[in-house]
């Protein structure tokens, strides 16, 4: 699954703004659980709950609390695309890039970990973007998929664009 949540915000008429890790934004209606779900209706009667929602450990959905949850999938599959796209910081850009990478490969994370010796934990933690590997072992990481790590220097990072920005605070990318 490489359809990772960056952020999620509960917006009005019970639609959700998600953020994904490849920048893009999609609008997702919760109304269409109702059907299937019932319990969904408990998130337009307490608007503070609904409110609460909160991207899960590691992107792979949001939730409001242990029953009332949905995926990254469904939210990607069935959202709405808004056209509009945010930079994001260069460590999740990273992240989509060898979740994305390793997927088109058709390992998994812990085949990866045979091939280059580099524990599963560890590409766990650059996956999720709390890791800053060296370029050695992005190297090796590429080697270990077939491919090799390409770097671009864009002037687009010279410009005020800072929509999106996971951390205001962060002036490089």
Same mark, same amino acid.
């Given at each position: 699954? #490489?359809? %990772?949540?960056?952020?999620?915000?509960?917006? =009005? $008429?019970?639609?959700?703004?998600?953020?994904?890790?490849?920048?893009? =934004?999609?609008? &997702?209606?919760?109304?269409?659980?109702?059907? #299937?779900?019932?319990?969904?209706?408990? !998130?337009?009667?307490?608007?503070?709950?609904?409110? #609460?929602?909160?991207?899960?450990?590691?992107?792979?959905?949001?939730?409001? $609390?242990?029953?009332?949850?949905?995926?990254?999938?469904?939210?990607?599959?069935?959202?709405?695309?808004?056209?509009?796209? &945010? =930079?994001?910081?260069?460590?999740?850009? !990273? @992240?989509?890039?060898?979740?994305? +990478?390793?997927?088109?490969?058709?390992?998994?994370?812990?085949? !990866?970990?045979?091939?280059?010796?580099? @524990?599963?934990?560890?590409?766990?933690?650059? =996956?999720? @973007?709390?890791? $800053?590997?060296?370029?050695?072992? !992005?190297? %090796?990481?590429?080697?270990?998929?077939?491919? %090799?790590?390409?770097?671009?220097?864009?002037?687009?990072? +010279?410009?005020?664009?800072?929509?999106?920005? %996971?951390?205001?605070? +962060?002036?490089?990318?």
């Amino acid at each position: 699954m #490489s359809n %990772r949540i960056e952020c999620v915000q509960a917006m =009005e $008429n019970m639609t959700l703004r998600v953020i994904f890790r490849d920048g893009t =934004e999609k609008s &997702y209606d919760v109304r269409q659980m109702y059907a #299937s779900f019932p319990q969904f209706r408990q !998130l337009e009667d307490d608007f503070s709950l609904y409110q #609460s929602v909160q991207v899960d450990t590691g992107g792979y959905g949001v939730s409001w $609390n242990d029953d009332l949850d949905l995926d990254a999938e469904e939210l990607w599959d069935n959202g709405v695309c808004t056209g509009r796209r &945010y =930079e994001l910081d260069l460590e999740h850009r !990273l @992240a989509a890039a060898l979740v994305k +990478a390793r997927e088109a490969a058709g390992i998994t994370q812990k085949e !990866l970990a045979r091939l280059t010796g580099i @524990a599963q934990g560890d590409i766990s933690k650059i =996956e999720n @973007a709390t890791a $800053n590997p060296s370029l050695r072992t !992005l190297k %090796r990481l590429a080697a270990g998929m077939g491919m %090799r790590v390409q770097l671009t220097f864009d002037s687009r990072a +010279a410009t005020p664009y800072n929509e999106g920005r %996971r951390n205001e605070h +962060a002036d490089h990318q």
